[in-house]
């Protein structure tokens, strides 16, 4: 279904986006058997791409990141080729600047929006368990909460459980692990012999080497593949980057700062975004300006130390919404209620307004739109101290917002708890940076700005 929607939807957006041009253009001799032969050959050409990618196999289906980024390499490699051809036949009418531009412009997002639609919609299914594409045995060792969460896993990859089997717990433990493996087998084949399935699970603990090491030779006398599902210990410790070795598979468990086409690709974001902002938001910038002034005079602006990227201290600006200036070696965290808050320090507080400098701060390259929060030198200094992974935080740029802060882990941290929560975010979100995941924390944070409850 999804390779049929990558073909229909790329092939009908590109003709339609051609035959757009055409009439509001100046005349132009249409070829109509040129359009027809460029939106196909688009269609088939995406098409082609993710299937030699593998991404219309049923472990890949699902996986957003994965699938929109594949989706953007077979788009740019159509555009090669629909530019090589245009070179090569010399079909300027056609493949004129403006054609092609809107082609793949807003073709593009259109045959990108349906594709992505068709995911999620899947992946709803899947989850609903009101689509299956494969069917399988699962072998689990624990409690029901384990069963409940493989069969969860398969499910949402659209694999029906056929049948199940728990291991004998009591066997293995005085020993006759033999016993357990032999049952096990006989109750996969069993359930094969009634009904049909493709593949044996197993979620067993990959501590359990004895375990495993008879069950596996038990479960090859039958005709199907066996995978080991990833227990809660190993799991994090394979979630990353797999490099093949000479003789040997590595798993990359701490990742390094983003790539450099990653960077380059989000500092123009930055740069656009930001340059974009501080032009439109002037007027607002001027009254704010003048609102700081007239209530609680001068200094307009409050610019604290912070550390960035590899530890780099920069100044951090911001709207002054308080009567302190504290930026020395014990910053009080800001409460809710704080008397040291202006009366329209609450109000630029409570809004998020007092961040709009930091504007200034993205174009300097200081901090990036997104990205961990900054804090100040005297919290880094304390938290550091005290949580492990805290320093992780400034293997990239930090960000006006962040995703710790648009699910809710912003303002005041009493406990160490708290922050530990904002820290895993921040790891998490360093750990599957992608642009789209920026564009979605910005738009969460907008939607959030006037409503966050945390603001104060």
């Known amino acids: 279904m999804l390779a049929a929607v990558d073909f229909l939807s790329v092939t009908v957006f590109v003709a339609s986006s051609i035959l757009i041009y055409a009439k509001i253009s100046v005349p132009v001799v249409l070829q109509l058997g040129d359009i027809i032969a460029l939106s196909t050959a688009s269609g088939g050409m995406v098409?082609?791409?993710?299937?030699?990618?593998?991404?219309?196999?049923?472990?890949n289906i699902v996986l957003r990141r994965i699938q929109l980024i594949s989706f953007l390499q077979a788009w740019g490699i159509c555009i090669l080729l629909a530019l090589w051809a245009a070179f090569l036949t010399k079909t300027s009418a056609t493949f004129s600047r403006g054609?092609?531009?809107?082609?793949?412009?807003?073709?593009?997002?259109?045959?990108?929006?349906?594709?992505?639609?068709?995911?999620?919609?899947?992946?709803?299914?899947?989850?609903?368990?009101?689509?299956?594409?494969?069917?399988?045995?699962?072998?689990?060792?624990?409690?029901?909460?384990?069963?409940?969460?493989?069969?969860?896993?398969?499910?949402?990859?659209?694999?029906?459980?056929?049948?199940?089997?728990?291991?004998?717990?009591?066997?293995?433990?005085?020993?006759?692990?033999?016993?357990?493996?032999?049952?096990?087998?006989?109750?996969?084949?069993?359930?094969?012999l009634a009904e049909r399935y493709d593949t044996i699970y197993l979620?067993?603990?990959?501590?359990?080497?004895?375990?495993?090491?008879?069950?596996?030779?038990?479960?090859?006398?039958?005709?199907?593949?066996?995978?080991?599902?990833?227990?809660?210990?190993?799991?994090?410790?394979?979630?990353?980057?797999?490099?093949?070795?000479a003789g040997t598979t590595a798993f990359e468990v701490v990742r390094p700062p983003l790539s450099v086409s990653e960077q380059a690709a989000k500092r123009m974001i930055d740069v656009t975004l930001a340059s974009v902002g501080l032009i439109l938001l002037l007027p607002l910038l001027v009254l704010v300006a003048l609102g700081v002034w007239v209530s609680s005079g001068r200094p307009i602006l409050f610019r604290q130390m912070r550390r960035g990227f590899g530890g780099r201290t920069f100044g951090i600006l911001k709207f002054r919404t308080m009567r302190v200036l504290?930026?020395?070696?014990?910053?009080?965290?800001?409460?809710?209620?704080?008397?040291?808050?202006?009366?329209?320090?609450?109000?630029?507080?409570?809004?998020?307004?007092?961040?709009?400098?930091?504007?200034?701060?993205?174009?300097?390259?200081?901090?990036?739109?997104?990205?961990?929060?900054?804090?100040a030198l005297a919290h880094d200094n304390h938290y550091d101290a005290l949580i492990s992974t805290y320093a992780i935080r400034q293997h990239v740029k930090p960000g006006i917002t962040g995703w710790a802060q648009v699910n809710g882990h912003r303002g005041e941290t009493r406990e160490v708890g708290a922050m530990e929560k904002r820290v895993e975010h921040d790891l998490w979100y360093i750990s599957h940076f992608t642009l789209w995941l920026d564009i979605r924390i910005l738009l969460r944070t907008a939607i959030l700005a006037f409503f966050d409850k945390k603001a104060y």
């Open 99 to 192: 054609a092609m531009s809107l082609a793949f412009g807003p073709g593009f997002l259109l045959a990108l929006g349906c594709r992505m639609a068709v995911v999620e919609g899947i992946r709803r299914l899947f989850l609903e368990r009101r689509l299956t594409l494969a069917s399988a045995f699962l072998i689990y060792a624990g409690d029901a909460e384990d069963k409940v969460e493989a069969a969860g896993a398969l499910a949402a990859n659209g694999i029906a459980i056929t049948g199940l089997h728990q291991l004998d717990t009591v066997a293995v433990a005085r020993g006759d692990v033999e016993l357990a493996a032999i049952e096990a087998a006989q109750a996969a084949q069993q359930t094969l």
């Open 203 to 245: 979620a067993v603990p990959w501590v359990e080497g004895a375990v495993l090491a008879r069950l596996l030779p038990a479960l090859s006398r039958l005709p199907l593949p066996v995978l080991l599902l990833p227990d809660g210990a190993t799991r994090a410790f394979i979630a990353g980057r797999r490099v093949e070795l």
């Open 326 to 375: 504290e930026n020395g070696a014990e910053v009080r965290q800001a409460e809710r209620n704080d008397p040291r808050v202006t009366p329209f320090g609450a109000l630029l507080r409570r809004s998020s307004l007092d961040e709009l400098p930091q504007l200034w701060n993205v174009l300097r390259g200081d901090m990036s739109l997104v990205g961990p929060r900054p804090h």
């Open 47 to 59: 098409f082609l791409v993710l299937l030699l990618q593998g991404r219309y196999q049923l472990h």
